[in-house]
C-alpha cells in the first residue's frame, strides 16, 4: 500500500514538472526590418507633405498622397515591392526588398535598418570646380527609441538620420534629415533638405491601412 502511494505521488511531481515546462516563458522572436516596414501587396500609406524654412518654423502644406504596394516583381531574380505615390520623397516608383534585415532599393541602396547602428549608410562627396568638396552626406541607424507625434498618432521609432555637413559652414555644422519608422506601422515621419538654402521638405503619416493576417 504504501509502495502504491509513493508511486502515486512521483508521478503527481512528474506530472506537474512536464507543465512547467510545457508553460515555460516562449523564446522570444527575432525582430525584422520587415516588422519596420510590411511589405505586403494592398498595403498603403496617407502623407501630408509640408515645404518649411530652414528652421521648419514656417511651414505650408503642399499636397496629401497616399502610397501604395501595388504588386510584386522579380528583378535580378530577387523579389521586390512596388510602391507608387512617392512613398521616399521625389522617388516614384520605389522598388523595394528585405535583403538580410536591411531594406534596400532596386539600387542597393540601404533605406533602413533596424540592427546596425555602427555602421555608415550610402555616404556621397558632392565635389564642384577643381573638384572641391561643396558637400558631403551619409546616413545612419539612431536605435534608440524616440517618440514622434503626427496626425496617424504617438509612436515609438527608430531613425535612419541623414547627416549633412557643407563648405558653406566650413564643415563644422552638422544639418540632419530623418526617416523615423515604427514597429507594425512603416515609414511615420521624413524630411529632407536643399543642401544650398537648407529648405526643408517633410512629410507626416495621417492615415494608413496594413492588410490583415500578413
Not at 511531481?13 to 494592398?42: H, I, N, R, W
Not at 504588386?71 to 530577387?78: G, M, Q, W, Y
Not at 514597429?183 to 492588410?211: M, T
Amino acid at each position: 500500500m504504501k509502495q502504491l502511494f509513493f508511486i502515486t505521488i512521483a508521478l503527481l511531481f512528474a506530472s506537474v514538472a512536464c507543465k512547467k515546462d510545457e508553460t515555460s516563458d516562449p523564446v522570444p522572436v527575432k525582430s525584422s526590418v520587415l516588422d519596420y516596414m510590411p511589405l505586403q501587396v494592398g498595403n498603403y500609406w496617407i502623407y501630408e507633405t509640408f515645404r518649411c524654412d530652414s528652421g521648419e518654423v514656417n511651414c505650408t502644406s503642399k499636397s496629401i498622397d497616399t502610397s501604395r504596394i501595388i504588386k510584386d516583381t522579380l528583378i535580378n531574380d530577387k523579389k521586390y515591392f512596388k510602391l507608387i505615390g512617392n512613398y521616399h520623397l521625389f522617388v516614384d516608383p520605389l522598388y523595394i526588398r528585405d535583403s538580410g534585415d536591411y531594406l534596400v532599393d532596386h539600387n542597393g541602396k540601404v533605406l533602413f535598418t533596424h540592427t546596425d547602428s555602427l555602421q555608415i549608410f550610402n555616404e556621397n562627396v558632392v565635389t564642384g570646380l577643381g573638384d572641391d568638396t561643396v558637400f558631403y552626406y551619409y546616413d545612419k541607424l539612431i536605435s534608440q527609441n524616440i517618440q514622434v507625434s503626427v496626425e496617424a498618432g504617438i509612436f515609438d521609432c527608430m531613425d535612419m538620420r541623414t547627416s549633412l555637413f557643407r563648405a558653406l559652414d566650413d564643415f563644422q555644422i552638422e544639418h540632419q534629415g530623418h526617416n523615423y519608422y515604427a514597429k507594425n506601422v512603416g515609414l511615420i515621419k521624413q524630411s529632407v533638405f536643399w543642401a544650398i538654402g537648407l529648405d526643408v521638405y517633410k512629410r507626416e503619416l495621417i492615415g494608413y491601412h496594413l492588410e490583415a493576417g500578413k
